[in-house]
DNA sequence: GTCTATAAGACGATAGAC
DNA sequence: GTCTATCGTCTTATAGAC
């Protein structure tokens, strides 16, 4: 084993890691404003002191917390919007998003239930568009209104899809299930005034 | 114009009116968590004491904010289970709940958006129970699990399909939309294990 | 009904010893 | 890498004058 740094995280470390993972139980039970440096430390049984060394500011733990599952997304949209048809980009993107949920389930709930994360998430400029490019792959180049209140209603509904409905189902049961709600909101209808294609 | 007690708001009076309609644009604005009262007293002009002789905590503010809406959600639930069908009843409370959101876009953001509001909400017993209660008349007796979790999804979606798709719709487009998804999402399917009706 | 003043404590963050 | 001790600020909430 080598000190090499790892392509992700800046020095990571066993501390470091330490920390993020009682951020990350924290962050999900009470929400990021509703947890303090101090919360963090007791759970690690060390002072809040010890957890300034490895982050200079709490805003930097929020970012280790998110960060990595927010690249992911960026990939999958990347690899979705390589595809040439409109359905294929949004299938991809639409079984990459959910595939992601499911292997971070609290992560989820953590980004999109704390407005305090979004300010922190604002700061980085390739975080803060995130949410409006995932909407413009998931729905293609000119939506129409419809297509971007289904859009936005399925992201936002993602969290508590995962969360509240998760008591007796299986990974892969509430996979097939989220997939469902994703078809039938996203699926593309006629246009209500008139012609069904271009030529 | 006597003194009498309403019905909703003991000792409603101009003061603490325009205390819950303050609470009300901040907490849209910056969430629960992230205003203070002496945010609130600053947007009066008064100071935090003036606030705290309309009421005696915080929490009573929010309660004071979000129970009218609350109580209304309550009624049309209500109403929705008056019906013998359980098409109709999915409808009924569909279109209330719509209709509530476009009436009250900022508060539904309040209410979903903020843990804390969670937990104050959970002291009042009434209160504590309305999600699980409007999933269960939405869905009707013995849902499947996909039903639960698209229920789960529409309730949690409603939020952001208001806000942030909210740009440039005039609110009867908003609700069609909205109604829309609702609808995709609610309407039952065939069971996958083959029944599709009992005797 | 609103004010000043203040209590009592949590918060994020820092300095410096070990 | 972790500690003790502290700074300065913010918080909810109260007491008592006007």
């Known amino acids: 084993m080598t000190t090499q740094l790892d392509a992700t995280t800046p020095r990571a470390g066993a501390g ?13 039970e009470r929400g990021v404003s509703g947890t303090s440096l101090q919360m963090i430390a007791d759970r690690l049984g060390v002072t809040k002191a010890a ?4 982050f200079k500011a709490k805003r930097d733990i929020v970012l280790a917390v998110v960060r990595p599952a927010l690249a992911e997304i960026a990939t999958i949209a990347e690899d979705a919007e390589r595809e040439r048809s409109q359905a294929v980009r949004t299938e991809v993107l639409l079984v990459g998003i959910v595939d992601l949920l499911i292997r971070h389930r609290r992560l989820y709930g953590i980004i999109e239930s ?7 998430l604002a700061t980085d400029p390739i975080l803060a568009s995130l ?7 998931l729905i293609g180049p000119d939506p129409d209104p419809g297509q971007i209140v289904a859009a936005n209603m399925f992201l936002a509904g993602l969290k508590s899809a995962g969360a509240s409905a998760a008591a007796g189902l ?4 509430l996979r097939t299930h989220i997939l469902d ?7 593309r209808r006629r246009q209500p005034s008139g012609r069904t294609a271009t030529p």
Chains 1, 2 share one sequence.
């Open 16 to 28: 470091r890691e330490k920390v993020v993972a009682a951020a990350l139980e924290l962050f999900a």
């Open 51 to 54: 957890v300034y060394y490895h």
């Open 114 to 120: 704390d407005l305090a994360v979004g300010e922190i």
């Open 131 to 137: 949410g409006e490019r995932l909407a413009a792959v």
């Open 170 to 173: 299986t990974d892969d049961e």
């Open 181 to 187: 709600c994703g078809r039938r909101l996203l699926r």
